[in-house]
């Protein structure tokens, strides 16, 4: 198949079109090189109706069929193995060609294409989804001028300052060498004693072990490039720049219980989440900001833009938001168009180049070389890889897995017919910018990157009281399960260079020696954009969050059906969790499918909860599993509403009398997130079950 020219009008899913082809149900089966298959469920052997026999080797489909079935896997990314992805699109409403020539970051008539894979970084292909870690964001824009790939995550700083680092880092994070565990987990001996060694990952670690890290949703997170990149104008001049992604839904996360039980009840919660998201027509946004600095400011500040360990504070260098991003529509095959996705942070484009950030400088070498080891040379011919620009190179060419055929004579250049030519700038070659450099050769970096630990320290202030709470829990956690005493004692005497009260706390959980006094002084600077609180929806919505109705023999329809079109209509998605799943009556009769029974479902796979008034109560009142599901969903602070005889109810499981509201007329009462309400079913408003009241719970 050739590769396509496809205009990016076309976009990307044209492009991938002509490597895609329905599951024909009528076609016959076929091995692969093409002849008709007439039994494909017994192996040929010699033998009789009484006596199986051997099987023959001679059996070229049956060896076809193991042969490939053998070879159906391939390694999995070294780190961010487990992942997702879906396709969107790019557009920009504001023009940023006062800093760069980019056309993607300068045309506003346009529609750019692109994929995004969301992924975590310690465990394997196979693990959970909601364990605490960061998370990958990785942007590949197909643009006019060729592929450019914003390799991010949803925290903004990383652990290490030098590339070099890289492998130990990871080797202590990912499952110990002697016996492959943890999954899923930093919570063990191996990471915490990188941490401590490293004083350099405070910053990071602390955004680990914030609410950051046990997002909600893929679509409620932030995303951000990370690394500081350049963009270059129309006259040549530099600015540096980071990438934000900021999440139209608002930043929100899953607290530690519900994250942990997750892990186990619905190992697939994020990815089920996007996907079914795009199903429903309701896509996710982030809006897309720039960071810029322009080069001669370089050196204008405490900390040296070209670490990747600290933030750019926007008080002193504003985001500006110019461009909006959307998932919209789910991929086909998730090995050809997910696994096989491959990203590059040197994967710029004309108007855009990289930074001295020594972080980046190592990467940009990581990315296409692990890609050959996973993938082969030919990965970037990939449909889900390939630009969907003209591309044309005569002399990169042949490796493994080569697919498209170029016809012609030369494959080296120059060459006699002046074939496949190299781009003059004006033309769109891609130049380099002339930065001016000198220096001595030698092992370094920067003075300002010796400093770690004011920005971890600004993070901690700007946190609120129950972001605070959480963070002490996770240390706690954390070091909990480290059983070498070297490693927890030292890590909470660290833990005093940021702050003594979370020191002491985690100390005494955990058992280490309590710290007196603080290694660092702490003034208690704050900065903006830090806590997640300050990303709420800009509208707020239920769109999208999950809602379980609790149900049995004998419910009430009217509150029922009332309320479950409320939700819909605001397009919440609702589930009917019932005692049986082959029908549950009504009070009047009517007979409802409920979408599950209620132990195949737990609480914490939905946002918020609602049972409907009714006879029912009376057995709701003798299950344990619904009364839990109350129980539960107090804990994690999750808004729960009632009506009429599931009131009382209600107010018993969780044990608050001021649920308790009059009953006679219309009332509708809420206290604690609870909302309860008497009369018809209309008389719950579906604003008072909105998000979001989670947070305290721990
Ligand atoms: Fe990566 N990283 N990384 N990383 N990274 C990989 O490339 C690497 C870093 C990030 O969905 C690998 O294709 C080095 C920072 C994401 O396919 C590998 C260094 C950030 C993904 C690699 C870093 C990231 C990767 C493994 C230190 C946030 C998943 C598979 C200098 C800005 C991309 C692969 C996907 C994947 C190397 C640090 C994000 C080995 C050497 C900082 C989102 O090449």
Request: net charge negative.
């Amino acid at each position: 198949m050739a590769p396509t020219n496809a205009s990016v009008e076309d976009g990307k899913f044209r492009d991938m079109e002509k490597d895609t082809i329905e599951l024909n149900g009528k076609q016959h089966m076929t091995t692969d090189y093409g002849i008709k298959i007439s039994d494909p469920d017994h192996w040929l052997r010699v033998g009789n109706n009484s006596n199986t026999g051997p099987s023959l080797l001679e059996d070229q489909i049956a060896r076809e069929k193991i042969m490939r079935f053998d070879h159906e896997r391939i390694p999995e990314r070294v780190v961010h193995a487990r992942g997702t992805g879906a396709f969107g699109t790019f557009k920009l409403f504001e023009s940023a060609s006062d800093v760069t020539t980019a056309g993607v970051l300068t045309d506003t008539s346009r529609t750019t294409p692109l994929f995004l894979r969301f992924s975590t970084v310690q465990g394997s292909k196979g693990s959970a989804d909601t364990v605490r870690d960061v998370r990958g964001f990785a942007v590949k824009m197909y643009t006019e001028e060729g592929n450019w790939d914003i390799v991010g995550n949803n925290i903004p700083v990383f652990f290490i300052q030098d590339a070099i680092k890289f492998p130990d880092i990871i080797h202590s994070v990912k499952p110990e060498p002697h016996n492959e565990v943890p999954q899923g987990q930093s919570a063990h001996n191996n990471f915490w004693d990188f941490v401590y060694m490293h004083s350099e990952t405070t910053h990071m670690n602390y955004w680990q072990m914030s609410d950051r890290a046990i997002p909600r949703s893929y679509r409620m997170m932030q995303g951000f490039g990370v690394n500081t990149y350049s963009l270059i104008n129309s006259e040549g001049k530099r600015h540096f720049v980071k990438f934000h992604f900021k999440p139209e839904l608002g930043v929100h996360s899953l607290v530690w219980d519900e994250a942990l039980k997750i892990c186990g009840q619905d190992p697939d919660f994020h990815r089920k989440d996007l996907i079914s998201a795009i199903e429903a027509g309701q896509f996710p946004r982030w809006k897309f900001g720039l960071q810029v600095l322009p080069e001669e400011k370089k050196d204008d500040f405490d900390f040296d833009p070209l670490d990747a360990t600290k933030v750019w504070p926007e008080e002193l260098i504003p985001i500006r938001y110019i461009g909006e991003m959307e998932l919209n529509r789910n991929v086909d095959e998730f090995f050809p168009q997910t696994e096989q996705a491959a990203f590059c942070t040197s994967h710029i484009v004309p108007g855009i180049d990289f930074s001295d950030d020594p972080l980046l400088q190592g990467r940009n070498f990581s990315y296409f070389d692990t890609q050959i080891s996973r993938l082969g040379p030919n990965w970037e011919e990939l449909p889900v890889n390939r630009p969907v620009c003209p591309y044309m190179n005569l002399v990169n060419r042949d490796g493994a897995m080569k697919h498209r055929i170029t016809k012609g004579t030369v494959n080296y250049w120059p060459n006699r017919f002046e074939a496949n030519p190299p781009a003059k700038p004006e033309q769109g070659g891609f130049t380099s910018y002339p930065e001016r450099t000198q220096g001595i050769k030698a092992r370094l970096l920067s003075d300002k990157f010796a400093e770690h630990y004011n920005q971890a320290q600004v993070f901690y202030n700007s946190l609120s009281q129950i972001e605070k709470m959480h963070m002490a829990k996770a240390f706690s956690f954390e070091l909990d399960h480290c059983d070498d005493p070297v490693v927890y004692k030292r890590m909470a005497e660290r833990i005093a260079t940021v702050s003594l009260e979370l020191a002491q706390t985690v100390a005494t959980n955990v058992g280490a020696d309590t710290p007196t006094k603080a290694l660092k002084a702490n003034k208690g600077e704050t900065a903006k954009g830090l806590s997640q609180l300050e990303y709420m929806p800009e509208k707020p919505t239920i769109a999208t969050r999950r809602i379980a109705i609790l149900i049995a023999d004998g419910f009430d329809y009217a509150s029922y059906n009332t309320m479950k079109e409320a939700l819909t209509a605001q397009n919440a998605f609702v589930f009917t969790i019932g005692a049986q799943r082959q029908g549950v009556k009504s009070e009047t009769g009517e007979k409802v499918v409920p979408d599950h029974f209620f132990s195949g479902m737990r609480s914490t796979l939905f946002d918020a909860v609602f049972v409907p008034g009714g006879k029912h109560i009376e057995s709701l009142a003798k299950n344990g599993v619904a009364k839990f599901w109350i129980t539960e969903s107090f804990a994690h602070l999750k808004p729960i509403a009632g009506i009429n005889e599931a009131v009382p109810f209600i107010g018993r499981q969780i044990g608050l009398d001021e649920v308790h509201v009059a009953a006679s007329g219309t009332t509708v009462t809420e206290s604690y997130g609870v909302v309860t309400g008497h009369g018809n079913g209309s008389a719950l408003k579906v604003s008072n079950v909105g998000p979001d009241s989670k947070g305290l719970a721990e």
